[in-house]
């Protein structure tokens, strides 16, 4: 098994940065894809980045292309997201997920264990 806490969110205003951390304990995640989703109320989660077990390659939605980072810590077990030029449309509860053994991908379905969320605000 496999527990993900998220941490880092916040109200942040148009414009400004945040940096989320995903923190796991159970097991490594050296042998998971992780990836970072996001949903606000009444809408489908929506996938956000991903990367490789060894951080070679990313991926991202369109519309966080060039704005958001992932990255990630092997040693701490710790993956980020870094978000910069924040827009209100960010605003939403940003998820953690990893999929053990698997290509990263852009489907939730790929994924095995997830994180509670943390809520990310962006005023206007």
């Known amino acids: 098994q496999v527990q993900l806490v998220e941490s880092g969110g916040g109200l942040v205003q148009a414009g400004g940065s945040l940096r989320l951390s995903c923190a796991a304990s159970?097991?490594?995640?050296?042998?998971?894809?992780m990836g970072w989703f996001r949903q606000t109320p009444g809408k489908e989660r929506e996938f956000v980045a991903a990367i490789s077990q060894t951080g070679s390659s990313t991926y991202y939605a369109d519309s966080v292309k060039g704005r958001f980072t992932i990255s990630r810590d092997n040693a701490k077990n710790t993956v980020y997201l870094q978000m910069n030029s924040l827009k209100a449309d960010d605003t939403a509860v940003y998820y953690c997920a990893a999929a053990m053994w698997r290509l990263p991908s852009r489907s939730g379905s790929e994924y095995e264990y997830w994180g509670q969320g943390t809520q990310v605000t962006i005023s206007s």
């Open positions: 159970g097991r490594t995640l050296s042998s998971a894809a």
